[in-house]
């Protein structure tokens, strides 16, 4: 006799009940082990692993710090270099001429550039020409001391002035001296333009202008001036160089010593 069959809610009611996990029914994961699985998450289907992330870029604030720092940089160069080209040029700069220092006069006189401190020998013919060198010869002198100056002229125009103080070894001497140099045709000291310690460029000498001379005791001064150009009137550019060779026996002040 077979066993009677068993209705469906009979069945579902014999079945065993499955509860659900809880918290502590869960095997815990060891963090080797969630190392080891987000390796394998991370790994493409090809087996390589991702690139590694570029570098992060500087921060926003730190570029124009560093560029604020290169321009100190350059500055600080630039301000080097300046002084350093200034202290050149200065360096290498020709000396300017100066306001001569004497009393005042007719005329404003400046020391030339070319010749900045007087010239001073004692070998007195050696630097003359004509029947005043064959004085010098035979009566020495003690020293001879010439500056070169300059004046500008109302016109523009450059006039150059040769200063010479002859000191003789006595009155006499010089007397006789003065006398010899005044005299046209017997020669001269020669002026720094015609002896070329000075260069002038169409001026050889200065004897072509005016010439004045002076007596003081032992010692003679001697003034040559002319200019490169002379005036349409040759009498009348002559007067005017001898009136600045006369205004520049003052001059001879800071020849002395």
């Known amino acids: 006799m077979s066993a009677p069959k068993e209705s469906p809610e009979e069945v579902t009611q014999q079945l065993p009940r499955i509860h659900p996990p809880g918290a502590n029914d869960t095997a815990p994961l060891w963090r080797s082990e969630i190392g080891k699985l987000d390796s394998l998450m991370a790994t493409n289907v090809m087996g390589h692993q991702p690139p590694p992330p570029a570098p992060r870029p500087p921060t926003p604030r730190a570029l124009p710090v560093k560029a604020l720092g290169l321009v100190a940089v350059a500055l600080v160069a630039a301000l080097v270099w300046l002084l350093i080209d200034a202290m050149g040029s200065e360096n290498k700069s020709t000396p300017a001429a100066t306001t001569s220092t004497a009393p005042k006069g007719e005329f404003e006189f400046a020391k030339s550039e070319q ?27 003690e020293k001879l001391v010439r500056q070169l100056y300059t004046t500008t002229l109302d016109d523009g125009r450059t006039a150059y002035t040769s200063v010479s103080v002859v000191t003789l070894r006595n009155a006499q001497d010089a007397a006789k001296f003065k006398e010899l140099t005044s005299t046209d045709g017997t020669g001269n000291v020669n002026d720094l333009v015609r002896e070329g310690v000075a260069k002038v460029p169409e001026l050889k000498t200065l004897a072509s202008g005016g010439f004045s001379s002076k007596l003081q005791d032992r010692e003679v001064v001697i003034v040559e001036s002319d200019t490169v150009k002379h005036g349409p009137d040759e009498a009348e550019h002559n007067k005017l160089m001898k009136r600045i060779s006369t205004d520049a026996f003052r001059l001879a002040s800071e020849l002395a010593g």
């Open 115 to 141: 010749v900045p401190v007087p010239l001073k020998v004692t070998g007195c013919a050696e630097h003359a020409y004509g029947a005043t060198k064959e004085f010098l010869t035979s009566n020495p002198c």
